[in-house]
Structures are given as C-alpha cells and as structure tokens.
C-alpha cells in the first residue's frame, strides 16, 4: 500500500497498526506531508469544528522535588528563583481567565506532594469554584496518591494532564533520575482514569536517540492508554540542564523538531480523532509568528494562553525561547484571537470544551 492509499484509509477512520503509524510519520515529501497535515484538519473539523478550546494558564509555582534531566526548574538547577503564588493570587488569575471568557484554566506546578502542597491545591479549587464563572480546571502536578487524585476531583479539578515525555522505558530512563521509574507514571495515569477525571498525557518529540519508530509507538501508547487529551511538543534544550548541554541545539534543528511535532499532531489526531489536542507553547518558542497556529492546521484544537502574573514567567522556563514573557495577560489574549482569525478558527468562549472521547470512553464503563 502507498503512502497516498495508507493516509486516505486512515482519514476515513481506519486502524493502523504501529508500523503503518511510523510510515504515515514518514511523509516523503512536501506534498504528501501537506496532504497528512490537510486530512487531519478535516477530521478535526469533523470532531471539532473550527472552535479552538481556550484554556487560561496559571504556572503557580516552580518549586519541585523532582530532578527530571531536560526540565528548567529541576530541584538541582540554582539558578531559579523559586515562587509560590499565593491563593489570592492564584484566584485572581483565575477569574482573569474567567472575564476574558477562556471558560477554562490550567494549574501547572512544579511536582508535590506533601501534605501543605495537597491541601493549598485543594483549596485553590474550592475558591475557583465559587467564582461567578464555571470554570473547567485541569491540573498538571505530576504523580499523587490515589487518596490526593480523589480529594482534588472532588474539589472541582476536572481533568488532568500527566505527561509520560517518552513511552519508550529505556528513553524514559534516560532523561529521568533513578528515583522516577516508568510503571509510576504508567500506573499513575491509571489512577487518575479511576478517580474520573478527563485523563491528559503526552511526549516530547526529537529527543536524543529518538526514532520515528519511538514516536509511532507513543501513538500507540495514547491509544492504548485510553487518553482524552493529548499534550505535546518539540523537546527544545534548556541550558541550565544535564541533557541541554549534553545535546545543544545545532542551526537548523529546532525547524526540524517543529516539522516532527506537527506530524505527530497530525497523526495522532487522525488515530485518535475525537480527543483533545492542544497546540502548545512549545510550537510558539521555535515560531513565534505562526507556531500555534501551524499546531491548529495539523489539527490541535486546544491552545493554552497565559494568565499568570508576567512578574514569574521567567522562573518557569522549562526550556529555552518561552514565548510572551513580558507581555501581559491581555495582550496575550489579543495576540491569540489575533491569530486565530487570521487562519479562518474561532475561539470556543465560556464553555469547557470537554472531548467527546471522555464521554465515549465513560459510556463504555
């Protein structure tokens, strides 16, 4: 089968197995790669419309235990400031997000778990659900108890987004310290599926030794894993980490992660189809023009604007070239709607912008 027959099956709702997903990562040239990112537009218009989800970002805080080898604010790395936001602060942002009509926000910290980190969580999402908006609220605070998944849903968190950066367990070990073992993040992501949230992961791509290979199994991973959203990026080094010096970034490598990340949004969105796909900043670092954008035409539905105060954003630079870290939460906002109109997609105001996979998946209990 050709390359043209395999992405023309696999558009009208085909399985392909995991080779047959290397094979579709592998466009062979520039007009098949631009009819793999068309098919995916038009099943993401078929599950999506051209409504793209806005969720507000809230990186609250960039304290973490964790010593992840590709990651900025990594315990080891001295030359962060670290901050905590306060609830009040947190809140504010919050009902920021809320008036701007995102109709949803994201909580990303660094990774706690002790008990004064559960509990403030816990009451950051009992003061967002009293706000005057409904406010769908995802978390993205790495591993937890069942017992903390539980307490946190039943505070209002909705969805959660647990990313596994490789499913491979040898890269897994590689950009991870001995302490984080691959089976925690898997089982991890199975406590949070029992807990009832709207289950979120998601890889790096074109990390070291990385294949097309890898990345089709990823893929696979997602499918199998049952997941409803779906959040990742090109791996983009960080200069103050173990695996940024040893793999710096040669001219020409980061376009080629880009070009990477915009196959595997495509792909994964004409496999898994009806889940949510966010175009994430990382797209935005390495094309601060179009990036986001480009995510959206391969089919992402999702983008996550910043809400946060801009005082803290250059503490959490989890990789070099974040975007917007001195524009403010307005002008963000302007920019992304901006953009958006410029490529013919509509932001989805005031709604929760839930995948239709987690109902699905839900129903078949």
């Given at each position: 089968m050709n390359y043209e027959e395999l992405l023309r099956r696999t558009a009208a709702g085909a399985a392909p197995d995991t080779a047959e997903i290397a094979r579709l990562l592998q466009?062979?040239?520039?007009?098949?790669?631009?009819?793999?990112?068309?098919?995916?537009?038009?099943?993401?218009?078929?599950?999506?419309?051209?409504?793209?989800?806005?969720?507000?970002?809230?990186?609250?805080?960039?304290?973490?235990?964790?010593?992840?080898?590709?990651?900025?604010?990594?315990?080891?790395?001295?030359?962060?400031?670290?901050?905590?936001?306060?609830?009040?602060?947190?809140?504010?942002?919050?009902?920021?997000?809320?008036?701007f009509g995102y109709g949803s926000v994201v909580l990303q910290s660094g990774e706690r778990s002790d008990p004064e980190f559960v509990e403030q969580v816990t009451e950051i999402l009992r003061q967002i659900?009293?706000?005057?908006?409904?406010?769908?609220?995802?978390?993205?605070?790495?591993?937890?108890?069942?017992?903390?998944?539980?307490?946190?849903?039943?505070?209002?968190?909705?969805?959660?987004?647990?990313?596994?950066?490789?499913?491979?367990?040898?890269?897994?070990?590689?950009?991870?310290?001995?302490?984080?073992?691959?089976?925690?993040r898997v089982a991890a992501l199975e406590r949070l599926k029992t807990a009832g949230y709207q289950v979120g992961t998601g890889v790096m791509i074109g990390l070291p030794e990385q294949t097309w290979e890898h990345l089709a199994a990823d893929i696979d991973f997602f499918r199998r894993m049952d997941a409803d959203m779906i959040g990742m990026g090109p791996y983009l080094p960080q200069d103050d980490t173990p695996l940024g010096v040893q793999h710096p970034d040669l001219p020409g490598m980061a376009e080629q992660r880009l070009q990477m990340a915009l196959r595997m949004i495509a792909v994964t969105r004409l496999v898994l189809r009806d889940v949510n796909i966010a175009a994430t900043t990382a797209l935005q670092a390495i094309d601060p023009e179009s990036g986001r954008e480009r995510g959206i035409l391969a089919g992402a539905n999702v983008i996550m604007p910043n809400v946060g105060d801009v005082a803290h954003r250059r503490d959490y630079q989890?990789?070099?070239?974040?975007?917007?870290?001195?524009?403010?939460?307005?002008?963000?906002?302007?920019k992304l709607l901006d953009s958006l109109a410029r490529i013919g997609e509509r932001p989805r105001f005031n709604a929760h912008g839930d995948p239709e996979h987690f109902f699905t998946r839900m129903k078949q209990r």
């Open positions: 466009a062979p040239d520039e007009a098949a790669e631009q009819a793999l990112f068309a098919a995916a537009y038009e099943v993401k218009k078929e599950y999506c419309s051209n409504l793209v989800n806005l969720r507000g970002l809230i990186e609250f805080s960039n304290i973490c235990t964790r010593d992840c080898l590709y990651c900025g604010i990594r315990k080891s790395n001295r030359k962060v400031s670290r901050y905590q936001m306060s609830i009040d602060e947190i809140v504010a942002a919050a009902r920021c997000a809320g008036e659900a009293a706000l005057p908006w409904d406010l769908g609220v995802t978390l993205s605070c790495g591993e937890q108890s069942p017992e903390t998944y539980r307490q946190w849903r039943e505070a209002g968190a909705k969805r959660y987004l647990l990313r596994i950066e490789s499913s491979d367990p040898e890269i897994f070990a590689r950009i991870h310290p001995p302490e984080c073992h691959y089976r925690d989890l990789y070099n070239g974040k975007p917007d870290l001195d524009e403010n939460s307005a002008q963000v906002r302007q």
